[in-house]
């Protein structure tokens, strides 16, 4: 089983970047799936999660209306678009994989938001 995080990096603040999950190992269809996300010193906390058919998302607060969660359950990735991003967005960003009582995490990827 993988989860494998990429598109993270420095990015100005204002700018937008894409970050994607791809999964391998079991059936990306049949989890619902989110991101997470872990600043420094502070608590892993949820961004945005989507349901298994793709049908159903939802956010943390700080992101609505500037980041969008997406799945292709036939390229087994979800993404994460994220725009007008501050630099409080700066953290770990985690994908995670949930069926029941089955969860999958990836080793994340950083995306620092600076100037």
Do not use: H
């Not at 598109?7 to 204002?14: D, I």
């Not at 872990?38 to 349901?51: D, F, M, N, T, Y």
Request: aromatic share 10%; hydrophobic share 30%; glycine share 12%.
């Amino acid at each position: 089983v993988q989860l494998v995080e990429s598109g993270g990096g420095l990015v100005q603040p204002g700018g937008s970047r894409r970050l994607s999950c791809a999964a391998s190992g079991f059936t990306f269809s049949s989890y619902a799936m989110s991101w997470y996300r872990q600043a420094p010193g502070k608590e892993r906390e949820l961004v945005a999660g989507i349901s298994s058919t793709g049908r159903t998302t939802n956010y943390a607060d700080s992101v609505k209306g500037r980041f969008t969660i997406s799945r292709d359950n036939a390229e087994n990735t979800v993404y994460l678009q994220m725009s007008s991003l501050k630099p409080e967005d700066t953290a770990v960003y985690y994908c995670r994989g949930v069926m029941r009582e089955t969860i999958y995490w990836g080793k994340g990827t950083l995306v620092t938001v600076s100037s």
